[in-house]
Antibody, heavy 125, light 108 residues
Framework: QLQLQESGPGLVKPSETLSLTCTVS??????????WGWIRQPPGRGLEWIGS???????SYNPSLKSRVTISVDTSKNQFSLKLSSVTAADTAVYYCARVVGYYDSRGLGKFDYWGQGTLVTVSS | EIVLTQSPGTLSLSPGERATLSCRAS???????LAWYQQKPGQAPRLLIYGASSRATGIPDRFSGSGSGTDFTLTISRLEPEDFAVYYC?????????FGQGTKVEIK
């Protein structure tokens, strides 16, 4: 059974960098043809795709966040990570990692079929 | 960017009733790459429907999806107590992939 688990600080100061890691178990990131993604949800609001990564390191990002986002992968640890720089209170949200099941040449787009439980990150001084 | 507009915002129904949720796209969704998710409080979203009409693994057949182009529908044929939740549509045919704002199905 595929499982994903987010980890990282729950509190980040304004202007600093938010860093989260997603650990995948039950399947190898590098043996999959799928992408791996990050999605966030501000409290009481809807869902926003942040970006996706392939095990090779190929990435795709939401243009609204692209200037501040870096997603990376560590196949040896079966993990992928999110860094979001220069955070403000508007970045307070539950952050989810998920498997992205795409299609031919989908480049990181796809349906999210397995999700982590989510982790709340609050931006506050 | 494709904007997805879901309606109604809230649907108040009783168990056993039929629920019809709408998702309208600001432009045509490529190859009908449209998914539906269910989210309960404190939980991650769960994939229900993909490709506009295909049920995900383990999803009961009371859930069905239909539509094409810019207009899509999620139908729950007979509401069970566990179906009261928030439902989101997502398009994954064009970058950036986007979600609707959600429809809450609440107990009347």
């Amino acid at each position: 059974q595929l499982q994903l688990q987010e980890s990282g600080p729950g509190l980040v100061k304004p202007s600093e960098t938010l860093s989260l890691t997603c650990t995948v178990s039950g399947a190898s990131i590098s043996s999959s043809s799928d992408y791996w993604g990050w999605i966030r949800q501000p409290p009481g609001r809807g869902l926003e795709w942040i970006g996706s990564i392939y095990y090779s390191g190929s990435t795709s990002y939401n243009p609204s966040l692209k200037s501040r986002v870096t997603i990376s992968v560590d196949t040896s640890k079966n993990q992928f990570s999110l860094k979001l720089s220069s955070v403000t209170a508007a970045d307070t949200a539950v952050y989810y990692c998920a498997r992205v099941v795409g299609y031919y040449d989908s480049r990181g787009l796809g349906k999210f079929d397995y999700w982590g439980q989510g982790t709340l990150v609050t931006v506050s001084s | 960017e494709i904007v997805l507009t879901q309606s109604p915002g809230t649907l108040s129904l009783s168990p056993g009733e039929r629920a019809t949720l709408s998702c309208r796209a600001s432009q045509s969704v490529s190859s009908n790459y449209l998914a539906w998710y269910q989210q309960k409080p404190g939980q991650a979203p769960r994939l229900l429907i993909y490709g506009a009409s295909s049920r995900a693994t383990g999803i009961p057949d009371r859930f069905s999806g239909s539509g094409s182009g810019t207009d899509f529908t999620l139908t729950i044929s007979r509401l069970e107590p566990e179906d009261f939740a928030v439902y989101y549509c997502q398009q994954y045919g064009s970058s950036p992939q986007t979600f609707g704002q959600g429809t809450k199905v609440e107990i009347k």
